[in-house]
């Protein structure tokens, strides 16, 4: 089953309710931490330098870090698709929405 993920901040749970809840909140868990940011697991997270580059070129970026870190540390979900939440061009912030297919 497929399911639509923001970077929105939402409450996080102690114990979610089900397993494909888990995989969920692991991914924004994952996709909000800066890689370098927590102590003893600094290639946790995402990379940040793309960061005040071009939008273009920092999209493509995101989506290959997206997948790429997704892999690696939430085997159980996989990104099926990326694409951007409408939003002001003139604002300069990607709202990424990820589609993940989960396997819990």
């Known amino acids: 089953m497929t399911y639509e ?3 929105e901040p ?3 749970k102690i114990c979610p309710s089900s ?4 995989v ?3 991914v924004k868990c994952l996709l909000l931490t800066a890689k370098g940011t927590v102590w003893n697991y600094r290639e946790f997270g995402l990379d940040i330098s793309l960061i005040d580059t071009p939008l273009p070129v920092a ?6 870090e997206v997948v790429r870190t997704v892999n690696r540390y939430e085997p ?4 099926r698709k990326v694409r951007w939440a409408r939003s ?5 912030v990607l709202r ?3 589609t993940l297919e989960v396997q819990s």
């Not at 999209?59 to 290959?64: A, K, P, T």
């Open 5 to 7: 993920v923001t970077l």
């Open 10 to 12: 939402t409450p996080w």
């Open 19 to 22: 397993g494909t809840e888990e």
């Open 24 to 26: 969920i909140q692991n």
């Open 59 to 64: 999209q493509q970026r995101f989506i290959g």
């Open 76 to 79: 159980r979900a996989k990104v």
């Open 88 to 92: 002001a061009a003139s604002d300069g």
């Open 96 to 98: 990424p929405v990820i």
